[in-house]
């Protein structure tokens, strides 16, 4: 078992190794035992991050002119659809290399790659591989590449070999990920940029974020719909009426989201989101983990100072456990409308504020913010000024197929 440990949270966790690291491992295996001969019952792969990985080499098959194996994916103890899957790699002759004058003299070993069964495909513009291609992503396919290499140079082989990367049950995995949101069909990714799985990773769940939005605004017309969760999703499509498809979830990253948006050159972002949530964003919390900052009900009860709550209302805010119940009192006391008007707008404020933030120059451009805030018992709670009318040109950008 790979041996490596974070602390995180005053916890001792495990890590992991990616599918890229896997499939790596698995070709650079099958490609010692298709040049030099002989079986292998592990294999060595030097990571991007420096760790060396000693994994197993399991089901192994050779045939005419070809070896395949598999490396078993340890995601560690992090939570991964992928973690037990054997990450396999076929390795081929494929021919003689050529040089660039078109003869074979002296051109070197070449390795080309691909993906078969259990890895997706990309099937819409804005990722990392071009659409109709494996989705194997950069990395990894140096590594592969590296790996592959290493083993030609050992065995002095001069010609080309091909790599086909392929996962067994990878279909249906593939369908419990984020793969359908992003366009990449028939099986799972082959990912990785260090090698290792750090477990719980926060940078691995805010890079995916950008990821989906690149897609989002390739398939769109720079305008975004974003949703921190399920109760997001289902208040804009039961009480919007739009299309979810086309939302995007962000999870509790609401800053980092504004800067992706801002990167990626969008020209307009509407939040939709739970009071519970959102009630933060008017305190300029843009993280709205509760391990970062809670903060709703003294916010609740700074906006319902604001629409003129008397001191035994604002007690009685303050004491309160959830913001739905925060709500009703407000509601009672005939204060929630003007209290929902200050705080949504001043989460508005500080959306904006977090956009701007990310330019230097007029001539860049600006990133137009709104939100909405709602909850499941009270419906829309409030939005800021143009949210209506981003909602309409969002809903008119169209979405290409």
Request: net charge negative; aromatic share 6%; charged share 20%.
């Amino acid at each position: 078992m790979f041996e490596e440990y974070v602390v995180k949270q005053n916890q001792r966790l495990r890590c992991g190794y990616t599918t890229g690291s896997s499939a790596a491992a698995a070709a650079k295996a099958a490609a010692n035992m298709l040049l030099g001969g002989g079986e292998l019952s592990c294999t060595e792969l030097m990571t991007p991050k420096g760790i060396l990985l000693r994994p197993d080499v399991e089901e192994v098959v050779r045939g005419e002119g070809f070896v395949s194996c598999g490396v078993r994916k340890d995601g560690g103890d992090d939570p991964d659809a992928t973690h037990g899957l054997l990450i396999c790699a076929r390795v081929e002759y494929a021919g003689e290399t050529k040089a660039s004058d078109g003869s074979s003299e002296d051109a070197g070993p070449q390795v080309v790659i691909d993906g078969g069964e259990g890895v997706g495909r990309v099937t819409l513009p804005g990722l990392e591989q071009p659409v109709g291609a494996a989705a194997i992503n950069r990395v990894p396919r140096q590594m592969i590449t590296e790996a592959v290499m290493d083993c030609c140079r050992a065995h002095d082989f001069q010609g080309k070999l091909k790599v086909t990367v392929f996962v067994p049950g990878g279909e249906k995995v593939g369908k419990r990920t984020f793969n359908p949101r992003i366009g990449i069909v028939g099986g799972i990714s082959i990912l990785g940029t260090t090698g290792i799985v750090e477990p719980m990773s926060e940078s691995a769940l805010v890079q995916s974020i950008k990821v989906e939005m690149k897609v989002q605004l390739e398939r769109g017309n720079g305008y975004l719909v974003v949703i921190p969760g399920n109760y997001g999703a289902a208040f804009a499509g039961n009480g919007l009426g739009i299309d979810t498809e086309r939302t995007m979830k962000c999870s509790n990253y609401i800053g980092e989201t504004v800067d992706f948006a801002a990167e990626l050159g969008a020209k307009g972002i509407l939040f939709i989101g739970h009071i519970g949530k959102f009630v933060k964003l008017s305190g300029g919390i843009m993280n709205t983990h509760s391990r970062n900052a809670d903060s709703r009900m003294e916010l609740l009860a700074a906006a319902a100072i604001g629409a003129g709550a008397p001191l035994p209302v604002l007690s009685e805010v303050l004491l309160g456990t959830t913001t739905d119940e925060g709500l009703r009192i407000l509601k009672d006391a005939g204060y929630l409308e003007d209290a929902m008007g200050i705080l949504t707008e001043r989460a508005g404020f500080y959306l904006q504020a977090r956009a701007d933030s990310n330019f230097r120059t007029e001539a860049e451009g600006k990133l137009r913010t709104e939100v909405m805030i709602f909850s499941n018992v009270y419906g829309l709670l409030g939005q800021t000024e143009g949210a209506a009318e981003l909602l309409a040109t969002f809903v008119k950008s169209g979405y290409k197929i």
